[in-house]
């Protein structure tokens, strides 16, 4: 049985992320708005998306690594993670996501 419920969380999740992330279209300047923000912080310096409550922190030259959620939206702050990856692609930005985050905080 809980094979299944995994099975149609990520159904779920994976139209979720059709939705509002692939078929998202970037802009130029997004990928510009990102790289300055990006340039602008030094190694060590975080980046928070406070609608979302992800922190990111810078860990090397055009290298960013999830820190954190705390949040009460979870699917917003994925949506959030996953564009935020979309244009640091496209901005030759590395993020790392997987097994990254320090903490993921849920709040009422």
Do not use: C
């Amino acid at each position: 049985m809980p094979s299944k419920k995994i099975d149609l969380f990520d159904h779920a999740w994976q139209e979720l992320k059709r939705k509002y992330v692939d078929e998202w279209e970037l802009t130029e300047q997004d990928i510009d708005w990102l790289t300055t923000t990006i340039n602008s912080l030094k190694v060590g310096g975080k980046w928070t998306i406070p609608a979302a409550g992800v922190t990111f922190e810078k860990i090397g030259h055009d290298h960013l690594r999830l820190e954190g959620i705390i949040t009460d939206d979870l699917i917003n702050a994925f949506i959030a993670i996953e564009k935020t990856k979309k244009v640091a692609e496209r901005a030759a930005i590395r993020i790392d996501t997987e097994k990254a985050a320090d903490y993921v905080l849920l709040h009422p």
